[in-house]
Structure formats: structure tokens, C-alpha cells
């Protein structure tokens, strides 16, 4: 818990999160499609309303998190109070990964308000549908865990091929398919803003090497 207590730490005293409505926290085993997730949130209220994602009818799971920006906010304010709150009701350390920490902090402890969709992940320990490892559905916004670079690529191009396939399109070029998103990440933490227009979304995704870049 306290490694990930100290990324939020610092992602807040960057302080890129509040130059957009929604921060989104993705793992580097996860596939991931941005454009789905910008569809998915264009009717939802985030910005100054303190609303975050539950991805799982079990509760929040870690590999893509969804968080506006007073969300993100309330949580900065409110992490030693949850701390002291949990390590009270545990009668000492509550031995929590990070997903459950902060899912009981903002809904239970802090008053965000908790939406749910589980379109957002399909992931093995959350009752994924069958054959969810395929990754041809087209309403998935992430896929979890891909952790072989062989399986993450094999997850993207059957994404691609069923969107191509939907549209009508040769979905074979060579004997490959045609990956419609990008490639799993090589850098430490990238941060990228998915928009068509200026600070929508900030999106951190965590990973191998040791440098930072930022995308437009």
C-alpha cells in the first residue's frame, strides 16, 4: 500500500491532474483502449463533481482506475483520515491492496460517489464474461492480465481484427493483423491526454524503464 500511497502523493504535487476532468490510472498488463473510455465518460459528470469508477460488481480493482477531478481532490485531503479511520476499525493495519484502500476511503469514509460500469475491465478475478481472454468484444474499454508480451499483442490484434472485421474492412495484411491502439508501454510512467479537445483526460500508465514522457 505505501508504494502506491506515495505515487498519489506525488502524481498530486505534479498537479497534472487538475488541468482535467478525469485521471485514469491503467497497469501496464492491462489492454487498454482510450477512445472507448472518452465514449464512456462523455455523459458522465466528473471535473468538480466527486464521482470515480467501480469497474467490478466485487468492488474497485486496481488495473484501470477511473477518478474525476475533485475525486482525486477529496482523496488527497482525505488519505491520513481514511488511514486513521481503517487502522482503528483493523485494530491495527489493515492489510488492503491499494484498489480496496481507496474504493473504502472515498465511498465509505470520504462521501464520493461510487458509479458503476463494469465494461470498464474484464479482468480474470472479477466474473469476466465467457471467453473474455479472446478480447473481441468491442465494448471492453480494458482487458486484464496480459502480462506475456506475446498474450498483450494477441489480446490487441484480436481487438483489431473484430473492429475490422465490423466494418467491413480486410482485417489480414501480410499475416498480420492490423492493431488499431498502440503497442505495451516501455516507459516508467507515460502521461497522455486523450482528447479532442484541450484537458479532458489525463491518463498515467505505469511500467519497466525509468523515464517520463508526455503525448498529445
Known amino acids: 500500500l505505501d508504494i502506491f500511497l506515495a505515487v498519489w502523493a506525488k502524481t498530486i504535487e505534479v498537479g497534472r491532474y487538475a488541468l482535467h476532468d478525469w485521471t485514469v490510472k491503467v497497469d501496464p498488463d492491462c489492454v487498454f483502449f482510450p477512445s472507448r473510455l472518452h465514449a464512456s465518460l462523455a455523459s458522465r459528470q466528473g471535473g468538480d463533481h ?3 469508477i ?3 460488481r466485487f468492488g474497485m ?5 477511473v477518478f474525476s477531478r475533485k475525486a482525486v481532490q477529496t482523496w488527497s485531503e482525505g488519505t491520513q483520515h481514511c488511514r486513521d479511520h481503517f487502522t ?8 488492503w491492496g491499494e484498489d480496496l484502500f481507496i474504493d473504502q476511503c472515498l465511498y465509505k469514509v470520504l462521501g464520493a460517489r461510487r458509479e458503476n460500469d463494469y465494461r470498464i475491465l474484464f479482468e480474470d478475478h472479477c466474473d469476466p464474461p465467457p471467453n473474455w ?7 471492453a474499454i480494458g ?16 481487438n483489431a481484427r473484430a473492429m ?13 493483423y492490423v492493431p488499431l491502439t498502440a503497442p505495451p508501454p516501455t516507459k516508467t510512467t507515460t502521461t497522455t491526454q ?7 483526460i489525463s491518463v498515467a500508465k505505469e511500467s519497466a524503464a525509468t523515464t517520463t514522457s508526455t503525448t498529445k
Request: proline share 5%.
Open 50 to 52: 466527486a464521482v470515480y
Open 54 to 56: 467501480n469497474n467490478c
Open 61 to 65: 480493482h486496481g488495473p484501470l482506475e
Open 88 to 95: 482503528k476499525v483493523c485494530s491495527g493495519v489493515c492489510y
Open 133 to 139: 481472454q479472446t478480447c473481441d468484444d468491442l465494448t
Open 143 to 158: 482487458f486484464h492480465p496480459f502480462k506475456e508480451l506475446t498474450e498483450y499483442r494477441t489480446c490487441l490484434n484480436n
Open 164 to 176: 475490422q472485421q465490423r466494418e467491413g474492412l480486410s482485417d489480414n495484411i501480410g499475416g498480420h
Open 194 to 200: 486523450l482528447t479532442t479537445s484541450p484537458s479532458w
